[in-house]
């Protein structure tokens, strides 16, 4: 039975796709965003025990026998101390879930929502959990979203596409250079995801966070709303203004970009076709 690396879950988010949503957030990312608010998903804890101490109220404890950190969430007040201590960008609160576990969860709020969102981190990093759970959520007629960054190539993987019903794809930048600088990975299998995933009907909304004074912005929200619109001038692009709120280290200073901007870009993906254009 396959297992998960889970960084927390919301019960009911309105924010993870349509309607009420269980939202489920993996631990581990493969990219390094210079903007990342989510900084302490990215890596795996590696026992350093540097954070235990910094807990005042005895929530983190040390497993010698097998090499672990042990949470106790009953004690945890969520005053997020650890992971501020934590220099690997990892997160002592992270817990291991069997397909089980999580399905009485679901199961428990299932009158209350209407689907399940894998989100993180990247949670294609841990495909063999979204196979099983999604197979566990069609048997129960609930529907599976996944948040992805766009790195995994989705048109090699049909069990993938198989249980999933929608994906929220970022595409960060239509420059390869730029990604690169962003992410320190390439978009190539980014934009060929948003081409397979467009074809098969497969994207519930593409997003671009929009940085003032590091991103080519206009270039990125010109190209990419040109290609969605080639295919479903209908789908909702989501421009989403950076904020340095969570954000580890706003060494280069990045900019939020103001409202006339954000604007500005809303009527160049408007003036390319796109109907469902939609700023946060
Ligand atoms: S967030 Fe929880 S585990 Fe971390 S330091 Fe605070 S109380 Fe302790
Ligand atoms: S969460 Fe970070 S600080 Fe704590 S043990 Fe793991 S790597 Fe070390």
Do not use: W
Request: charged share 25%.
């Amino acid at each position: 039975m396959a297992k998960a690396y889970v960084n927390k879950f919301i019960n009911f988010s309105n924010v993870d796709g349509p309607g009420n949503r269980f939202a489920i957030f993996l631990q581990g990312c493969n990219y390094k965003c210079t903007y990342c608010h989510n900084p302490e998903t990215i890596n795996m804890c590696i026992n350093c025990l540097k954070c235990i101490d910094i807990c005042q109220n005895n929530a983190l404890k040390y497993d010698s026998f097998n090499n672990v950190i042990v949470y106790d969430e009953n004690k945890c007040i969520d005053c997020s101390l650890c992971v501020k201590a934590c220099m690997h960008t990892s997160d002592p609160r992270v817990k291991i879930y069997d397909i089980e576990s999580i399905m009485n969860k679901i199961e428990k709020l299932k009158p209350f929502i209407s689907g399940v969102t894998i989100s993180g981190g990247e949670c294609t990093l841990q495909n063999d959990f979204i196979y099983e759970l999604g197979l566990k959520l069609k048997n129960i007629d609930l529907s599976l979203y996944l948040d992805s960054n766009g790195s995994f190539d989705f048109s090699k993987d049909d069990k993938l596409i198989h249980v999933c019903d929608k994906v929220m794809l970022d595409v960060k930048s239509f420059s390869d250079e730029e990604h690169i600088k962003l992410t320190k990975k390439s978009n190539e299998i980014v934009l060929k995801n948003l081409d397979y995933l467009l074809k098969s009907d497969k994207l519930y909304e593409v997003r671009t966070v929009i940085v003032s004074n590091y991103l080519n912005n206009h270039y990125n929200v010109d190209n990419i709303s040109k290609i969605i619109n080639n295919h479903n001038p209908n789908l909702r692009y989501k421009l989403i203004k950076y904020r340095p709120l969570g954000v580890l280290k706003n060494k280069l200073n990045l900019k939020t970009p103001n409202d006339d901007t954000m604007n500005e870009l809303k009527n160049l993906a408007l003036s390319n076709g796109l109907k469902n254009v939609i700023i946060t």
